[in-house]
């Protein structure tokens, strides 16, 4: 018996199959060479040349908090006397002559805000003023000064600050004045003259006792400011005036310019009244 035996050999892979797949790998590896290097390139234009603005990337990017100003609107029109030299200062009373030869070029322009008061009726801790052109009450919604009010409440706790009025100066600084209500209602105020410092605060204040008759309906009338910081203010009212001069430089001071009080000529004739006053100034 015969056996035939035939040897196996491995069959050689064809020629043209192995190039294709060589060709294969090496195109791949050129896509994702040519991938890589773009897109390191990206990277480095993007951190080069940051995309410019537009509402897409501020809606992306949240904005900065722009900085506070340190220049609050200030008040215009400003004037060296807010009052008529040429008319009387109370009846047949003139203004007082320390007031009046004070040369113009010795003052300094002021811009005064109305005297707010606080009003019950218009809520609590609002402020107002009567307009008299057009017969309403005018709120105070001016964010400075009701800032000077909040820190006036800190100066004299209790927030009973019933009245506030400031003064710009043309030399740019900020007086106030403010009152705070008697104990016991009524009208009468204790009324305080402070500087403005930076930050819409309040420097010490010097502080008018409403229990003088003088001042026991407040001050609410500026009058001029010298270039030294003198500031003559006028207050009083209902039979009793007066003019002060407050001083709010280094060592401040507070005194009386001059009073004109109503009194009875007598006791049983109440409807018959005189003016007394008394002058105090140099």
């Known amino acids: 018996m015969e056996i035939n035996v035939s040897a196996q050999q491995d069959t050689p892979p064809a020629t043209g199959s192995f190039h294709s797949r060589t060709l294969l790998v090496i195109f791949l590896g050129v896509i994702i060479l040519g991938t890589c290097l773009a897109g390191a390139y990206f990277l480095l234009s993007s951190k080069n040349n940051p995309a410019p603005f537009s509402r897409e990337t501020a809606q992306e990017s949240p904005a900065k908090t722009p900085a506070i100003p340190t220049v ?6 400003y004037n060296k006397r807010l009052f008529n030299p040429t008319e009387k200062f109370i009846e047949t009373q003139d203004y007082p002559q320390e007031l009046l030869r004070l040369a113009e070029d010795e ?9 707010y008061s606080k009003a019950n009726s218009l809520g609590d801790n609002t402020y107002g003023y009567w307009d008299e052109q057009t017969e309403t009450i005018i709120n105070l919604t001016d964010q400075r000064i009701l800032d000077i009010v909040s820190s006036a409440n800190r100066v004299v706790p209790g927030n009973n600050i019933a009245s506030i009025q400031i003064c710009d100066t043309e030399d740019r600084k900020t007086f106030a004045k403010y009152g705070v209500q008697l104990s016991g209602g009524g009208a009468g105020e204790d009324v305080y003259f402070a500087k403005v410092l930076s930050g819409r605060t309040l420097g010490g204040p010097l502080f008018l006792s409403g229990n003088q008759q003088a001042a026991y309906f407040g001050c609410s009338k500026p009058l001029q400011l010298t270039k030294t910081d003198l500031l003559y203010y006028q207050c009083g009212g209902e039979g009793n005036y007066s003019i002060y001069k407050v001083y709010l430089g280094a060592n401040p001071t507070l005194k009386k310019v001059i009073e004109c009080v109503y009194k009875a000529k ?3 004739e109440l409807n018959n009244f005189t003016l007394d006053c008394n002058n105090y100034s140099l």
Request: net charge negative; glycine share 12%.
């Open 266 to 268: 007598d006791i049983g």
């Open 107 to 115: 003052l300094v322009g002021l811009s005064c805000s109305p005297n």
């Open 72 to 77: 609050t609107p200030r008040l215009v029109d």
